[in-house]
């Protein structure tokens, strides 16, 4: 995979715009990292994205969710396929682009 495309996601809205993206990005072979937080965590309980995520799963290098975001939020379910952990996960994934790659903020 030549390029790779990196999602913030804050908000749990603009799925469908997510979604378009990221299958984009997949027919274009880019490679795909995605961190969570914020209000976006609700999106670790919503099947739509689950699928998503599994159906791309080839093309995502990593799906990081905010574990600060999902107490505040007051989730508690987990999903096995993320990695929950802090914030230091998205510093790493926004360290390794380089100047080809892109990153999108929702």
Do not use: P, W
């Not at 093309?59 to 939020?73: A, G, K, T």
């Amino acid at each position: 995979m030549d390029r790779k495309l990196s999602f913030i996601i804050t908000t749990d809205k603009y799925l469908n715009h997510i979604s378009g993206l990221i299958e984009a990005a997949a027919k274009k072979n880019c490679a795909i990292s995605v961190f969570i937080m914020d209000k976006g965590v609700f999106f670790t309980e919503n099947e739509e994205f689950i699928l998503l995520i599994k159906r791309y799963k080839h093309n995502i290098d990593m799906v990081s969710v905010c574990e600060h975001s999902c107490s505040v939020n007051k989730l508690i379910s987990r999903i096995d396929d993320f990695n929950y952990a802090s914030q230091f996960e998205n510093a790493k994934m926004i360290s390794g682009l380089e100047e080809k790659d892109r990153v999108l903020l929702f």
